[in-house]
């Protein structure tokens, strides 16, 4: 009975419909296999013959898939990269072999905040050979779907403007502390956080959830600082603070380290702003030795 049921579905076909949807044309896909064209067009036939449906339709010199050619590599993409992953694991748990871990950092999420929470890892009992990609969440997002990467770790849940089957955990999340050199932290910690009416800020860029909250909280409390300068990268933001430049704000949870770093004092906390940390996923229930373990330890430690 098993075999009976099981017969129906190919999944050398599968597997060539797969290359192929991902290379963008035959060609490429012949490239990458290192095989004949005939080969893999007959096995593509033989697919939408089973299936009765057609996946590809010519798009220029390449070829675009079809509804039905979506939904397929769907499902394509979750059968063989559910086996990469299980391979992967397997290998990575022999004794004495690290296992891998690619991770995708947005560009606004703090450096240490992204040390804090991959630290774990690192320390666990299994060696962990670690690699970090650095970029924006859509780029990182398509590494992502094609399993160029583990995880993404984020400031904001992913968009659900985004057609991409992922999800998203919260592994913590964060008060907010405003720092500056020791002259402004002088200055504008008396009477805070009205104080900072005129108050010289760094800030993030207006695409992060960070500025948003800022913005909220500014309206709020009817402060208006005097923006010196907006930052993508809060590596460079907190250089520029450092220099005195002006006050900066940062997550409560690495406010020492920031402050050591930088050399810069607390002019205040803001609890109510909340800065939250995602690990954005391929799996609705995290599988990775090491990202489970970050999990774990952050909602331990952070929480």
């Known amino acids: 009975m098993y075999s009976k049921f099981m017969d129906w579905l190919n999944y050398h076909h599968l597997f060539y419909f797969w290359k192929v949807a991902r290379e963008g044309s035959i060609s490429n896909a012949c490239q990458e296999l290192r095989l004949a064209q005939p080969t893999i067009s ?153 104080s900072l009416h005129d108050a010289p800020f760094l800030l993030p860029t207006d695409n992060t959830v960070l500025r948003q909250s800022l913005e909220q909280w500014f309206n709020a409390e009817k402060i208006r600082p005097l923006n010196v300068g907006e930052f993508e990268d809060s590596a460079l933001m907190k250089a520029f603070g450092q220099a005195g430049c002006g006050i900066f704000a940062v997550p409560t949870l690495i406010e020492g380290e920031i402050q050591r770093q930088y050399h810069v004092q607390l002019v205040g906390r803001v609890p109510s702003i909340r800065e939250k940390f995602y690990a954005i996923s391929m799996e609705r229930k995290l599988k990775h030795p090491a990202v489970k373990l970050i999990s774990e330890a952050a909602h331990q430690v952070w929480k």
């Open 42 to 194: 007959g096995q593509l036939r033989l697919l939408e013959n089973m299936l009765g449906q057609k996946l590809f339709i010519r798009e220029g010199r390449g070829l675009a898939l079809t509804e039905v050619g979506h939904l397929v590599f769907q499902y394509a993409d979750e059968i063989f990269s559910l086996g990469k992953e299980m391979t992967e694991i397997v290998k990575g748990q022999q004794p004495g072999r690290p296992l891998r871990l690619v991770v995708g950092v947005t560009e606004v999420l703090p450096k240490f905040a992204a040390y804090r929470l991959l630290e774990p890892a690192l320390k666990g009992d299994d060696p962990v050979r670690l690699i970090c990609w650095e970029g924006k969440l859509d780029r990182l997002l398509t590494e992502l779907v094609v399993h160029g990467l583990d995880v993404v770790l984020a400031d904001a849940p992913l968009p659900t403007t985004l057609r991409v089957r992922a999800y998203s955990h919260l592994l913590a999340e964060s008060g907010v502390s405003l720092l500056g050199v020791a002259s402004l932290a002088k200055k504008y910690r008396l009477k805070f956080p009205k």
